[in-house]
């Protein structure tokens, strides 16, 4: 018989990976993490169902790419959780996955090292490791799911999950999030369409049965159930914020037509802010305003945060790299945090107990 090249061809290797019951037996949810995540997803569902009027703030660094740095942001971020409390529920951003528009340094999970070489197997370790951590705080923790496959080995560290702007009109992440265990945030598009986020959210509250994996490692059909808690995550784009009033008018007629609730969170960064980090805080106060002012479709807010502002370029040699400083996109450093959100809570203390609906 003839043999033919024509199977993987542009397939180099294939490496193995521990199946996620072999991660989760070496690091196992413990009970402080367990207790973090149902609290926390509790509370995001009673605020999407608007039995609790808080507004919650999806806050910390645009990707974590070294997890000394990492824990330290999330022990300050615990204790200001408790200082705000009654207005403000935090959630930490902790992004392992980081979608590129062309190339560029793709997460932690990834490349762990960030030199190349791509030991994935270590990645997906050491962010279950880190999440883990920060959920035994008492921290609730916030990722972008874009492999389709990790929320296998880190699902149940994860209190709520954004799909970005490059991936919310793919099916395969629609059909992801109709079996995700937490509320799920989808980004407009890069081009500011917001309706591609609406035709997500009636895509995931359905039951769909698709291609996987299972605990096991195998390959399965994953039948889901279909995810109530699907809600727009307005970012700006091509070139526009859209968190203005007439923007969230336009977003809450847009949910209305499509007879969904208007819950709506503005994310602070990326085309809202002209991905300046500085504008964040403006953008936060705006939000925080037409709360005051009576919006009921603002429900919460993302911030991307770290220790330090701004950002810094991969260096080759590591040990050049700026403690706490964002290797993605840029950040407000933790002082400025820590004011944005001790103003949102002044603002919101004598508004919150009467909003409601
Ligand atoms: O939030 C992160 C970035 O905006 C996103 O990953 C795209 O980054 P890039 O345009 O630098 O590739
Ligand atoms: C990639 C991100 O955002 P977006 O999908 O809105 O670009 C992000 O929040 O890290």
Redesign the pocket.
Known sequence: MTSFHVENVNVTRFDSMPTPEDLHASLPLTDAAGIAVTKGREALRNILDRKDSRLFVVVGP??IHDPVAGLDYARRLKKLQEEVKDTLMLVM?V?FE??RTTTGWKGYINDPDMDDSFHIERGMANARQFLLDVCELGLPTAT?ALDPISPQFLGDLITWT???????ESQTHREMSSGLSTPVGF??G?DGDISIAINAILSASHPHSFLGINGHGKVAIVRTSGNRYGHV?L?GGDGRPNYDTVSVAMAEQALAKAKLPANIVV?C???NSFKNPELQPLVMADVVNQVRLGSKSLIGV?I?SNIVAGKQSIPEDLSQLKYGCSV??GCVDWATTEKMIRDADAMLKDVLPTRRG
């Open positions: 645009c990707s951003r992004y980081k979608p972008e954004a799909i970005g702007a490059r991936t919310t980004k407009n890069t995550v970012r994310d960064s990326h085309a993302m991307e993605t996109d």
